[in-house]
């Protein structure tokens, strides 16, 4: 039984798909307008997290993920490094796969992009406009907001508040400052498509709408994203898409919190972000996964180094306990049914994480059995997306380095000191400290 936080509902739920055994996801990605950073990351670890714990469980799942690749900052940041948008969004959507597969994040079923589903896009505003909840002004093609009667059923918004605080800029073509564009008329110099409309491109809202359809269905089991797409983007998915079909959109949404840097959201338009790919450089995917996993996806994540450090030396202590106890196959059943208990209630890794800890603690302090635990921390850290195929060159570096301490061991036996100062002072530019003392060398990770 898998439970959680539904955003729609506002209270915990117990899990029932449309399809027995199966799940649908709607996962928004990027809007391809710079790097992927680690605000984006913490999203789509989110959703790689929810996939696995439902794979475990014996679901078949359907995730599908999206590239916005055109909009107004698409075009404008394009412009502004000379370059084709298409040419320019691909860099940052080749940097996000690298950097989602070195996260061994799971493919999704498809990465739907919003300039391949032109045809989807029009067919649905066509349907909206026949409807009579849009209306085309002068090359451009609005929502009529108000028609739609459960508007901020997602967000608890509502309308008559909406209005009256609105802080819209004023735009004469649309007939209620809170109605969005559906279809946008080309300006000059712009990308376009040709529609009923004449030459535009489509509105951010109806990309995520036409795609998640298509590949689906018109309900679907969840949509998950970033808490700040709750209004009005999601907001306004759920108006057009449940008003052209009649039908419930997404049964379940899952919303993840903000990571912040200094207090404000990491985010492109406040350029206070930091590249996935370049943290990637600093610790390794699995510290980056855990650091993560540390704090609950529905609270916020305040970044700073210490705690990136602290989870890379976390894991190291992992890896190694893993390294030197795992044998066999057996497992601690109880203590392996607790953990996936934690997962399957909200997905809650922190509780997880905290569990494992304590076992690893026991373990090493006797209370419990060293090998049936390290096997069952090490199969749970594989179901939640650990790439422990890093164990193995762990364990060999390891006896590397033993074997170098070894020799120093030895040159300074044969009182070879100019030597052994050299190795250490070498083994401590990589982060490996040497400890010397009456009763041998020993050596640790700094």
């Known amino acids: 039984m898998i439970k959680f936080f539904n955003t729609l509902s506002g209270k915990k739920e117990i899990f029932k798909p449309i399809k027995e055994g199966n799940v649908s996801i709607y996962v928004c990605g990027m809007t391809v307008q710079n790097r992927p950073h680690l605000g984006h990351m913490r999203a789509y670890i989110t959703a790689d997290l929810i996939r696995r714990v439902f794979e475990h469980n014996g679901y078949t799942v359907k995730m599908i993920q999206n590239f916005t690749d055109i909009d107004d900052k698409i075009i404008e940041r394009s412009r502004e490094f000379g370059m084709d948008y298409r040419v320019f969004g691909e860099q940052y959507i080749k940097e996000y796969i690298d950097s989602a597969i070195k996260m061994n994040i799971l493919q999704p079923y498809y990465y739907p992009r919003a300039t391949q589903h032109i045809n989807e896009i029009i067919d649905l505003v066509e349907k909206l406009i026949e409807k009579g909840y849009a209306y085309f002004v002068d090359g451009d093609v609005y929502y009529r907001t108000e028609m739609f009667k459960d508007y901020g059923k997602l967000s608890g918004k509502k309308i008559e508040d909406l209005r009256s605080g609105a802080r819209i800029k004023i735009n004469p073509k649309k007939k209620n400052p809170l109605d969005f564009a559906l279809w946008k008329g080309a300006k000059e110099g712009e990308p376009y498509w040709y529609s009923p409309w004449g030459k535009g491109r489509p509105g951010w809202h109806i990309e995520c709408s036409a795609m998640s359809m298509k590949y689906l269905g018109e309900t679907f089991d969840i949509h998950a ?21 009649g039908k419930t959109f997404a049964n379940y949404w899952i919303h993840n919190e903000m990571l912040r840097i200094k207090g404000e959201k990491m985010s492109k338009s406040l350029s206070n972000f930091l590249a996935v790919s370049d943290i990637l450089k ?63 209630d909200n997905f809650n890794s922190p509780k997880t994480l905290g569990l494992m800890f304590a076992a690893i603690k026991d373990a090493n302090n006797g209370i419990r059995e060293k090998s049936t635990t390290a096997n069952t921390v090490k199969k749970v850290l594989e179901i939640i997306g650990f790439d422990l195929k890093e164990e193995k060159k762990n364990e060999i570096s390891d006896k590397i380095i033993d074997g170098i301490v070894a020799i120093r061991d030895r040159m300074r036996a044969e009182k070879q000191f100019q030597y052994a100062d050299m190795i250490r002072d070498e083994l401590n530019k990589l982060n490996i400290e040497i400890l010397d003392s009456k009763d041998g060398t020993k050596w640790k990770i700094k």
């Open 225 to 245: 994203g970033g808490t700040d797409l709750i209004f009005p983007h999601h907001e306004n998915e759920i108006a057009q898409s449940e008003a052209a079909t």
């Open 282 to 344: 600093e610790v390794s995917p699995n510290a980056l996964r855990l650091y993560y996993y540390r704090t609950h996806f529905r609270s916020p994540l305040e970044y700073d180094e210490n705690s990136l450090q602290e989870a890379s030396n976390s894991f190291e202590r992992i890896e190694r306990f893993i390294s030197k106890n795992t044998s066999g196959s057996g497992l601690d059943n109880e203590l392996f049914d607790g953990l996936m208990r934690n997962l399957n």
